[in-house]
């Protein structure tokens, strides 16, 4: 009989190529809690054989419901940049995860973590700083966990991070790393690599692992990108201008503390 494996965020990006992984590997029964039932994601893994599920995380019962049966999960919490302490109420949304799981005697989860910032350097990284804690508080309850911390996706080159034209078939690389080298991954390599953690808990649980593709500089990310799209030319711009294309600034600080965190690690 195959494993029953809760993923939570299944219609994040992080979540769905966790779910689709699990469900190509056919070792797994999968179910995709997601926020919208009707959704195309929801949709889309439903026909690929997951068993979509709705989730309420102020609701403790509608959490245990998700987990109740199951023997694994991948946990995954977001933050809400609108919420004005948004740092507290991802923390006890993680709680609350936590404490199920403990109930349903979980045998293995899979925890997207992160790095404690604050705690660190002094920054305010809430975002990340409420994975850390999660983290912390997993550990606290004896949970048999595995954290996983992902670096900079290879498809934000596409979305948030999408060269900007300067003319004449040129584009900036706006990416405040200077010459330090940047870990990069991209989403749908994160989903096999947790199912083959989720196969082998005995080697991972109790590991934190920091996932990477590759390292490079973002002078070398757009030689790549000026490689497979030429004649279009990439460039890094070598500056931090973190106010353009409307984004919004609680969002856009964050990404800022991203790569200033970044930095941090590498250079210690």
């Known amino acids: 009989m ?3 494996v809760t993923v ?3 219609d994040k990006c992080q979540g769905k190529a ?3 992984a699990l469900l190509q590997d056919g070792d797994f029964t999968v179910r995709a809690v997601v926020q919208e039932l009707t959704s195309p994601t929801a949709q889309e893994l439903q026909t690929a054989g997951a068993h979509p599920l709705l989730v309420d995380f102020n609701n403790p019962d509608s959490i245990s419901a998700t987990l109740c049966g199951a023997h694994k999960c991948f946990v995954i919490t977001h933050t809400d940049f609108n919420n004005k302490d948004s740092l507290r109420a991802e923390v006890q949304q993680g709680h609350r995860i936590a404490d199920i799981c403990k109930q349903h005697n979980i045998r293995q989860i899979v925890l997207s973590g992160a790095h404690h910032v604050h705690r660190k350097y ?3 990284a809430r975002h990340m700083d409420a994975k850390a ?9 004896g949970l048999p966990k595995t954290e996983i911390i992902v670096p900079f996706y290879f498809e934000s080159f596409l979305t948030t991070f999408k060269p900007n034209p300067v003319g004449n078939n040129t584009y900036k690389i706006v990416i405040p790393m200077g010459e330090t080298a940047m870990d990069g991954i991209s989403i749908n390599q994160i989903g096999p690599i947790v199912t083959a953690l989720f196969k082998s808990p005995q080697r991972w649980i109790g590991k934190s692992c920091f996932l990477s593709a590759g390292r490079l500089k973002i002078q070398e990310y757009a030689q790549i990108l000026t490689h497979h799209l030429y004649p279009k030319q990439f460039k890094d ?7 353009e294309n409307g984004r919004r600034f609680p969002e856009f600080l964050s990404l800022k503390l991203i790569f200033t965190t970044a930095l941090l690690l590498l250079e210690n």
């Open 2 to 4: 195959s494993e029953v």
């Open 8 to 10: 939570f965020g299944a």
């Open 18 to 20: 966790i779910a689709t």
């Open 122 to 124: 002094g920054l305010p």
């Open 133 to 141: 804690c999660i983290n912390d508080y997993m550990n606290e309850i």
């Open 237 to 243: 711009s070598r500056q931090g201008h973190w106010k």
